[in-house]
């Protein structure tokens, strides 16, 4: 998921929960009655938040919706400040597609909680991806839920600290899994099914897009290595996906960039970003056709 910069005291309870003088088991009672009476209206995201914070103190807390060929939805957002804004921004016109959260939905991951390193590929923290929304933000941990409370629609709650050293402990990971049927079951009740959407939604079409990333200027074989590095797959893993070796892949990625007038993993996030932030407009193909048609002089990016 993706943060801004407002912090809280991680090592205290809701300090307006303790000036009432209640334990913390006394608040998380008191967060899941107010969440039950929030059941339904606009305040339960919000609800949710506090109760998951309450179990478990966060520096942030984000809930978001995903929902198959549609745009994704941020229901709640306690991290606002300098950067939220600018990062949630990114995140929903495109960057979404790259979170590993999204793609486990995307991929059919079964509900769960789960840590961010059990679904990120081994070679993530090197991506542009994780720099943008991690490590400038100082994220140091997060947790997450994936929520199936409707047919095509998940629920995404991320639980986020910061700090080199401000890791969740396994007890807090086990009293959030613990946690789970009940919030499975909040969330089945607030959430409808979701609206039957238009034959090529958004979300669709951005998919499938990034399917077609760069492949009018690409080799087939370049255009598959490119996917997944901006995924977050090291040369290694990328060459065992695609069965063949560490030094084929590098030779990949130095054609793709060549090709695409690129010279970092930087400036390809930012291409491909660029590129399918007009995907509402997408008819379908190599979305780099339009886009570097516009910017670029012609005769600019060669074939494969």
């Given amino acids: 998921m993706i943060y801004g910069a407002r912090k809280i005291n991680r090592h205290r309870d809701n300090p307006r929960l303790v000036n009432h003088g209640l334990s913390r088991q006394g608040a998380l009672d008191r967060a899941l ?3 039950l009476r929030a059941l339904g209206g606009e305040r339960f995201p919000g609800t949710l938040a506090d109760l998951l914070q309450a179990m478990v103190p966060a520096d942030d807390v984000m809930v978001v919706l995903f929902r198959e060929g549609g745009a994704p939805e941020l229901a709640c957002d306690r991290s606002a400040g300098r950067e939220g804004p600018a990062n949630v921004a990114l995140y929903l016109k495109a960057a979404y597609l790259l979170d590993p959260f999204y793609r486990a939905f995307a991929d059919g991951a079964t509900e769960g909680c789960f840590r961010l390193q059990e679904l990120a590929p081994a070679a993530f ?3 542009e991806y994780y720099r943008l929304h991690y490590a400038r933000t100082g994220i140091s941990d997060e947790i997450g839920y994936l929520l199936h409370p409707a047919p095509a ?7 986020a600290r910061r700090g080199p050293r401000a890791r969740f402990t ?9 946690f789970e049927p009940v919030l499975r079951e909040l969330a089945a009740r607030h959430w409808a099914p979701p609206p039957n959407g238009d034959a090529r939604p958004l979300t669709r079409q ?3 897009a990034l399917e077609f990333f760069g492949r009018d200027f690409l080799t087939e074989r370049e255009a598959e290595v490119l996917q997944l590095l901006l995924r977050g797959h090291s040369t290694k893993s990328i060459a065992e996906r695609l069965r063949i070796s560490p030094e084929t892949v590098k030779l990949h990625r130095k054609h793709s960039y060549a090709k695409l007038d690129v010279c970092s993993q930087a400036e390809l996030f930012h291409l491909f970003i660029d590129s399918l932030g007009s995907g509402g407009a997408w008819r379908g193909g190599d979305p780099l056709t339009g886009y570097l048609n516009r910017e670029r002089p012609a005769g600019a990016l060669a074939g494969p």
Avoid: N
């Avoid at 629609?153 to 639980?159: E, G, K, Q, R, T």
């Fill in 33 to 35: 009655a107010d969440g």
């Fill in 125 to 127: 923290r090197s991506t």
């Fill in 153 to 159: 629609l998940c629920v995404h709650v991320s639980l």
């Fill in 170 to 178: 396994a007890a807090e990971l086990r009293r959030l899994r613990e």
């Fill in 206 to 208: 951005l998919d499938s």
